[in-house]
């Protein structure tokens, strides 16, 4: 991973809250979380089932607005923003890697890559050769007239991560990218990505909600949530760090854990 300590900041959050129904029914989804991304940072969101972890994505990507609090994007107040406004800071800087690949099964796969820029009203001749590049870039420059249906699962996903690079973005979120793939073809999304947080003419920042410490590489971020909070925050370093990642859950695990950061 880069050396990020003079980088700029990306995204900041100022005591974020979701909240969701109410009375009894209420869901404290987020529990007043403050954290700050820089310019290029590669973090890995860990966290058991119903830790908050989407719910977290969700808001600092502007798909959902926090019940208090704020999300800092680019210095950009998102809860200032009208919903079209937020649809352009997504379709322009951020890049979206569903678990689910969600491809339109009628478009080919350099279709499927070169949507938003049809959805931005880019013109084919100037959308095509920019999704081709992209197409070639994860691996399927000669998959680009396949249809989703003849493609493996890991060929989908690497198409869903060439059409979230589209529009060249500031930040890309992931949510569980290898969720539907085998362990295998999982580390090779995982290399792909690091290699495309790495890119010196690029350096985009990289969120990445996972439940699968494997998936950790040398030089992440990591922050576990628990509960909607954020109980630990630290680089992967060595491999015996895998240990500790994977202990976490809730907040009694990690006591005493102090002295090994």
Excluded: C
């Amino acid at each position: 991973m880069i050396d990020n300590e003079n980088l700029p900041i990306l995204i900041q959050t100022e005591h974020l809250i979701k909240e969701y129904g109410s009375g009894g029914t209420l869901v404290r989804a987020i529990r007043g979380i403050d954290i700050t991304i820089k310019q290029g940072e590669f973090v890995a969101i860990l966290g058991k089932s119903g830790s908050g972890k989407s719910t977290f994505v969700s808001l600092i990507g502007g798909l959902e607005q926090p019940t208090h609090g704020k999300v800092y994007f680019d210095g950009i107040d998102l809860s200032t923003l009208t919903e079209d406004q937020l649809a352009e800071i997504r379709l322009k800087h951020i890049g979206i890697v569903f678990q689910h690949f969600h491809l339109l099964e009628s478009l080919t796969a350099v279709e499927n890559v070169e949507l938003p820029l049809l959805i931005a009203n880019y013109p084919k001749h100037k959308r095509r050769p920019i999704a081709l590049e992209l197409l070639d870039r994860v691996g399927l420059k000669d998959r680009a007239a396949n249809y989703p249906a003849e493609l493996s699962g890991g060929e989908k996903q690497r198409v869903g991560i060439a059409r979230a690079l589209i529009s060249h973005p500031k930040l890309i979120l992931a949510d569980e990218p290898t969720g539907d793939l085998d362990s295998a073809t999982g580390d090779k999304i995982i290399d792909l990505l690091v290699d495309i947080n790495q890119d010196p003419s690029w350096r985009p920042t990289i969120i990445m909600v996972t439940h699968d410490v494997s998936k950790l590489r040398k030089g992440m971020r990591v922050l576990t949530l628990s509960d909607g909070k954020i109980i630990d925050d630290r680089h992967f370093l060595k491999d015996s760090d895998l240990e500790i990642f994977d202990q976490f859950g809730v907040p009694s695990e990690i006591v005493g854990m102090e002295q090994l950061t």
